[in-house]
């Protein structure tokens, strides 16, 4: 579903390649029957297509890249907390260490340093915490999605194409059918009122309220291509026709999205 990252985990890998496969070893079967453009019954169909949505959802770029982030915005919030409420014990700790008081701008380089130098910041910044992190929010986005159920989506003109960060949450006001209508995405699942993931060219995985089977007119595949583009890191996939080719040059004309 996604393009070949190298080193998107760069520890166990194996490990968070045989999470996927749990969930990814059963899925022909189940595209075979969302061909059929029916609502989904089958009991294990309908688990099966909501740990595809998961997997989806964390197996993505914009997952790590909140992952490399949090590091940063963690640190930053314990250095105030270490500078402000326990100024006295880390002044103590600083004279222990260096043998010197330091002044303010040395106490904050000291506070950084030995938040830079734990454990837990060592192993972010190797990376050797991301397939932990990766399970955890696997299994966190599986039991968020244990009350949705998927809408199959068939587009009988035109073709959805997948980008490189495919699953996408959605929120907005209104009938989301309707092109004028302001939708937000990247929402967090508990906010989120939909999330779509291309299947295929003809069908797309939509997970809402109920299960249901619906078609999309042409305008409504294009603006659902238009957030696959505006979502991808680097890489945009369709199947070769010259109408969506134009599409997605004319979508992407400012990015720089290989097509």
Partial sequence: MCANATDFVEHDSAKIEDLWQKTEQYMPKVFAATEKNVPVTDPQHLTLLRDFMALHLVRSYRFKTVHTNALSEASAKLKVKLLETHREPLLRLALRATGEHLDDKRLDEYAARMIAESSPAQAHIAGRDFPNSLERMFALAKERLQNWYPEIIWAPMG????????????????????????????????????????????????????????????????????????????????KPNRHTADFVRAESSDRRIAD
């Fill in 159 to 238: 073709h959805f194409i997948i980008g490189d960060s495919p699953a996408i949450t959605l929120r907005w006001q209104g009938n989301l059918m309707d092109t004028a209508t302001d939708v937000q995405t990247n929402v967090a699942i508990d906010d989120a009122k939909a999330m779509i993931l291309p299947l295929g060219p003809r069908h797309l995985l939509s997970m809402g309220p109920r299960s249901t089977a619906a078609t999309a007119e042409l305008a409504v595949v294009q603006r659902m291509n238009s957030w696959q583009i505006s979502n991808a890191r680097k890489h945009v996939f369709f």
